[in-house]
């Protein structure tokens, strides 16, 4: 559908200049030192495409689509996730880039934020959680 002749690699190809946003994962690591329950609800790329070194140290919980049959939007995802950190949904405060993503979330009761970067998330994040994460 994409009028590519070479599929061998596609989706290595596809994430080759991703990097971590350092100002979100530190304030991952911000919450976490605040005593906020987090979690990574991910719909997955294959297998071995997530660095897993850093997971404890970040989430409480971890969500990942190819592993539980689940895809965002999905309600049954934010439940699962929801359960596995510890809290009601009414609880969760999640955080996506795509607008069905968070109207999934919001459909189970959790509150969502339209990510678009650090400088309109950030703000809206600490407002919502009461803790500084920058």
């Known amino acids: 559908m994409l009028g590519l002749t070479d599929h061998e690699g596609l989706v290595d190809r596809l994430f080759a200049g991703m990097r971590a946003d350092e100002a979100m994962v530190d ?3 911000a919450a976490k030192r605040a005593g906020v329950r987090t979690a990574l609800v991910s719909n997955s790329w294959g297998a071995g495409r997530y660095d ?8 409480d919980a971890v969500v990942i689509s190819g592993e539980v049959g689940l895809n ?9 996730a929801a359960e596995r950190v510890g809290l009601a949904p009414e609880d969760c405060v999640f955080l996506d880039d795509l607008k069905e993503n ?18 309109g998330s950030l703000p809206e994040l600490e407002r919502l959680l009461e803790v500084p994460l920058r």
């Open 72 to 80: 965002k939007p999905e309600p049954e995802i934010f439940l699962l």
């Open 102 to 119: 968070c109207a999934g979330a919001e459909a189970v009761g959790m509150t969502a934020v339209l990510h678009r970067g650090p400088d």
């Open 52 to 59: 897993r070194d850093a997971f404890p140290e970040l989430f």
């Open 27 to 29: 304030a991952v690591r």
